[in-house]
């Protein structure tokens, strides 16, 4: 027996294009919603890879469609529904276009996304696409006037200046949000193993200010001194590379290293950065499908995903 049951129809799913069937926005200029889901595959890959995640945000979508139909439904992650009564939904503004050969103007249609969405009071969740994708986001968020923290979940410190001749490349993402002013504070969680960084590049990380606490750090002492370090009342930029977390749940990336978080702790290092301030922005990358085992990554960025929605939501309403 070859063929596999419609689990999806016993979930009562319906057909969906969007992030778990929420309304679809075209329109930036007019987006209201208490975040936004959108798709960028491609930023600055480096020329001897190319646009390896660039299926990432068609790949959340798939792997969360079969709940299209249970959005209402009590979401235990979040203690009630994903989106309360009281509260706006998200929104999924489909995927940006893209170039293969012009990584300048991927990088200006991410920013001007990033900038309007934000305009309007609504907080981007930026679906990569490879690690190159924040930083336009991150250099999007100057034009606010506010000064942010940026809390970076991630096997890899990417504080290289330039790799393979890119300075906006994926190994580059903290370098060069160092180096905007509006950022004040940069926290990074789960670094761990062998990445493409040197000794120098996270001793220039240390000396310009950057706190870490690794992957044996986590584990040994727990989240509590990584949330310690968010400044009540601050605006906090959530980058969020997949690979944080164990290959075991996320698979469906190119850099998997043991070691890794759980879903739980990345969701609470979510949920405290909402309590202890306030997430404007957020960005998932390295989502790889190609390389997922039977669908285990897409489910868990997926959740994850709706889970920060309905964070978002709440944060919206306690605000307004």
Known sequence: MTDKPDLAALFGATDASTFLGLEACDDFNTIDASSAFIGAPCATPYG???????????SLRKAI?????????????????TFPESTKRAVDCGDLPW??????????????????????????????GDDSVPIPMIDALGDTGKTYTILQIDAHIDWRDNHMGET???????????????????????????GSGHSSDFEDAVAWGAKFFTGPDIHRNGLAPAIDQITPGSEVILCIDIDAMDPSI??????????????????????ATAQRGRIAAVDLVEIMPEVDVGGIGGLTVSRLVAATMGLLARQQAAIA
């Open 65 to 81: 469609a079969s709940l299209t139909a249970n959005i209402d439904r009590h979401n235990f992650d979040l203690g009630g529904p």
């Open 250 to 271: 996320t698979p469906n990336t190119i850099g998997r290293a043991p070691g890794g978080l759980s879903y739980y702790q990345v969701l609470e290092l979510i949920t």
């Open 168 to 194: 906006h490349g994926l190994s580059s993402t903290m370098r060069r949000a160092s180096e905007m002013d509006h950022i004040e504070k940069i926290i990074q969680v789960s670094a761990r193993g062998i």
């Open 99 to 128: 170039s293969a050969t012009d990584f300048a103007a991927n990088r200006a249609t991410i920013r001007d996304a990033i900038t309007k969405v934000v305009s309007r009071g609504v907080v981007p969740i930026l679906i990569g």
């Open 48 to 58: 001897s890879v190319g646009a390896y995640a660039q299926n990432g945000p068609a």
